[in-house]
């Protein structure tokens, strides 16, 4: 009897503190703050301008302590060096990435796509197609196709492999198959019951799903948080990109990047060609400004890397107006812009590139070289055209100019005598009476402050040889 009593006493306690408990649940998940979830809309092309909105919104989303970041996304492209920053961001978000591919994930989209935690997709969408094209879209050689080909692969592998157990056999499936992300690259990859030699890998929003790479179906955002992520009470956050950055992202595009080295280098030049401070020094300022500033911003170019190009501008200048011959100085000063460039385009902490890839030092190089290339080629081409034809012909002094001011005094100057006021290399300045002229030496280069004699002239310019 006391046995039965102790039974019934125990029985009724360990109801009670169940019943407490479930209460307690009750009353705690009604108290509960919401889920915040931060929203990021990338629904334009792949670009410096996606990649520093991706960027800022999870900054922002780590601020506000967000429990989850939702990108909605809808692109065909883009850059697959803004793509590769973008997916390296997400797989080491410290906050879980989703993304809900609303229409088209292709190219540099699908990459971006694959890096996030989960995918989900609206009824109609595709996935895939990331071969890489130029700008005219066809395909780039195969060394290109090969890194998007590691990229993709790689991205695939980072989420890992699914431990399946059947009976007394355990195997493990990769989450999401690598094989399959690296056949919307490569068109010779065959996959039995998916896709044949020479056709790229798209999806459909059903055949993402059948093979892995789309984690549920939906028709919007709200359905993806509701109904596939489980988050049926939240504060949603959106992330609104102010004009600054898409200013930043437009001067970071690196085809102005370029433009702006062309600038600067050409700026320099003919700055150095001229007495005085005129147009092309500002000009070249503002390049460098405009190149320098949005990096600096974005924290890849630190202040000793912008110092670098200016020593490097302080010795070209003490070499050409200082310093005779031309050696050492003039040499290094080249070297240390290049350096300043291409180091300024790197997310390096100073000589360690441990988070650079080899992919971002050759693109920056490629950016860096098109700059110099086309900066030395516009020199040449403007330093024969201005003044004589083509679209600079009126800003410049005209044939009928020169015939009726500069060459009635040019012609009395052969046979005088003068000084050399800079460095002829052979072009440069020269003082003859007290008075400037445009000079261009017959006898080798001539050294600053040497003797000269004029022994003829043509358009606007005395010739002249060093006298002993």
């Known amino acids: 009897m006391k046995l039965r009593h102790l039974t019934i006493r125990h029985t009724g306690r360990w109801a009670v503190c169940l019943l407490a408990g479930l209460i307690g649940q009750v009353f705690a998940q009604s108290g509960a703050n919401p889920s915040h979830i931060y929203r990021i809309d990338i629904k334009k092309e792949i670009n410096r301008t996606t990649q520093i909105y991706l960027s800022r919104g999870l900054s922002e989303a780590q601020m506000l302590d967000a429990d989850a970041v939702l990108i909605h996304l809808n692109t065909y492209g883009g850059l697959l060096e803004s793509a590769d920053s973008m997916r390296t961001a997400i797989l080491y978000s410290p906050i879980p990435v989703y993304v809900f591919i609303d229409n088209n994930a292709a190219s540099a989209g699908a990459l971006i796509s694959l890096a996030c935690?989960?995918?989900?997709?609206?009824?109609?969408?595709?996935?895939g197609a990331a071969t890489v094209v130029d700008a005219s879209g066809g395909e780039m050689p195969d060394k290109y196709q090969s890194y998007m080909r590691s990229m993709m692969r790689s991205t695939a592998e980072a989420h890992g492999k699914d431990t399946v157990i059947r009976g007394q056999d355990t195997t493990f499936r990769w989450r999401r198959d690598p094989q399959i992300a690296e056949a919307m690259v490569d068109d010779r990859i065959v996959i039995p019951g998916l896709i044949d030699s020479g056709k790229t890998l798209t999806f459909?929003?059903?055949?993402?799903?059948?093979?892995?790479?789309?984690?549920?179906?939906?028709?919007?955002v709200e359905d993806v948080l509701a109904n596939h992520l489980g988050y049926r009470e939240y504060t949603l956050t959106n992330y609104h990109p102010?004009?600054?950055?898409?200013?930043?992202?437009?001067?970071?595009?690196?085809?102005?990047?370029?433009?702006?080295?062309?600038l600067i280098i050409g700026g320099i030049y003919f700055e150095l060609q001229t007495p005085g401070?005129?147009?092309?020094?500002?000009?070249?300022?503002?390049?460098?400004?405009?190149?320098?500033?949005?990096?600096?911003?974005?924290?890849?170019?630190?202040n000793w890397e912008i110092l670098l190009f200016v020593i490097g501008v302080i010795l070209v200048v003490l070499e050409i107006f200082v310093i005779p011959g031309f050696g050492v100085t003039g040499i290094g000063g080249m070297v240390l812009m290049v350096t300043g460039f291409i180091l300024a385009l790197l997310n390096n902490t100073t000589f360690h590139f441990e988070g650079v890839s080899g992919g971002e030092v050759g693109r920056a190089f490629m950016t860096v070289s098109?700059?110099?290339?086309?900066?030395?080629?516009?020199?040449?081409?403007?330093?024969?055209?201005?003044?004589?034809?083509?679209?600079?012909?009126?800003?410049?002094?005209?044939?009928d100019l020169q015939a009726s001011i500069s060459a009635p005094p040019l012609s009395g100057l052969v046979g005088r005598e003068g000084t050399a006021v800079t460095v002829l290399r052979p072009s440069g300045k020269v003082m003859i009476e007290d008075e400037w002229y445009d000079g261009v030496s017959e006898s080798g280069f001539i050294e600053k402050g040497a003797s000269i004699r004029v022994v003829r002239f043509e358009n606007a310019q005395v010739y002249v040889e060093e006298t002993f």
């Open 277 to 302: 401070i005129g147009f092309p020094l500002i000009a070249s300022i503002l390049a460098a400004v405009l190149y320098f500033a949005p990096l600096y911003v974005e924290g890849l170019a630190a």
């Open 117 to 127: 935690k989960k995918i989900y997709m609206r009824r109609g969408a595709n996935i």
């Open 204 to 220: 459909t929003a059903e055949e993402a799903l059948q093979w892995g790479y789309c984690d549920g179906i939906a028709e919007s």
């Open 370 to 399: 098109i700059g110099i290339v086309l900066g030395m080629a516009g020199m040449i081409w403007l330093s024969n055209r201005i003044g004589t034809q083509g679209m600079l012909r009126r800003v410049a002094l005209t044939a």
């Open 242 to 262: 102010s004009w600054l950055d898409n200013l930043r992202g437009f001067l970071m595009n690196p085809v102005l990047q370029s433009i702006l080295i062309l």
